[in-house]
């Protein structure tokens, strides 16, 4: 990821920039994935741990300018949130240098932002399932449109996004909060909800009697909107056809995304077929009269 971005940036690199030709995880034909036989337990890794170190003066921390656009690190121990999409990087960049000029290594608990400072520690939770992990940035990237980070294999692993991009939630870990140790979740506290209804593909009937029979496919049932909400931004963009059909309806408390309704439920069997096989889009088939 780093190597065509110094080499793309102007006077932004502290150490001689790659040869244009590298390969980058920017360039939308460029194809990257996991390694054979990663190690076993990746899993039980544990988080990076957030500590105190100083941001970089220069370097990976000055503006820059990738694919027309100019990007302005942050510089300063300041605070950052924001919702976007996830990526993951792998076997193309492992063991080549970063942004930082540390070493890439897929099988830590680092990232790729675009203007976080370098070093300096983030929380990312993803949506849909409640999971939550913290990660060191390195690394710049990713520079698609919609994308506001890019994990390494075992973050994205972790967070159960090894599928493709997905919506998550990124929040830097202050000095403030580093010195006071506020970055730990307290021991007791509640993962937000996430209830799939049945394993993907399961029918689900809901009737009451005498009504016609609709077909609804079913993305996931959440505890927050929220959830629910991001999720329908992210199918909505990972298939257009389909954001007509898009609706999140609030059933035993829960927020269900679902699209539909479908004719038959051959129709509506196919469209799942689709969406797994072109979009890896799991979902389920829910009955309605």
């Not at 957030?50 to 605070?79: C, F, H, M």
């Not at 692993?157 to 970055?183: M, S």
Request: with cysteine.
């Amino acid at each position: 990821m780093a190597l065509t971005l110094l080499a793309l940036m102007t006077g932004c690199a502290t150490r001689s920039p790659a040869p244009a030709s590298a390969p980058s995880s920017s360039a939308p034909t460029d194809r990257d994935g996991p390694l054979p036989n990663p190690p076993a337990d990746l899993s039980r890794v544990p988080d990076a741990v957030p500590r105190l170190e100083p941001i970089r003066i220069g370097g990976p921390n000055k503006p820059y300018e990738v694919l027309g656009e100019r990007y302005e690190p942050i510089a300063t121990d300041a605070p950052y949130a924001d919702r976007g999409l996830a990526s993951w990087y792998g076997r193309k960049f492992h063991g080549r240098p970063t942004a930082s000029g540390e070493v890439y290594n897929m099988y830590a608990m680092t990232a790729a932002h675009a203007t976080l400072p370098i070093p300096s520690y983030a929380r990312v939770r993803n949506p849909a399932n409640g999971r939550e992990i913290i990660v060191r940035i390195n690394d710049r990237g990713p520079f698609h449109k919609g994308r506001i980070i890019d994990l390494s294999y075992t973050a994205a692993l972790k967070l159960d996004l090894l599928r493709g991009v997905a919506p998550v939630e990124v929040k830097r870990i202050t000095y403030a909060e580093i010195r006071a140790g506020n970055w730990q979740l307290p021991a007791n506290e509640p993962a937000p909800v996430y209830v799939p209804d049945t394993p993907p593909g399961g029918p689900v009937r809901e009737t009451t009697p005498g009504a016609a029979v609709t077909y609804w496919l079913q993305f996931g049932a959440f505890g927050k909107l929220d959830g629910a909400e991001a999720l329908r931004q992210y199918v909505a963009e990972a298939d257009l056809t389909l954001l007509p059909l898009l609706t999140i309806v609030r059933e035993a408390g829960l927020h269900r995304l679902r699209a539909g309704p479908f004719p038959t439920a051959d129709e509506a069997r196919s469209t799942a077929t689709r969406l797994r096989e072109t979009r890896g889009l799991d979902t389920t088939l829910v009955e309605k009269r």
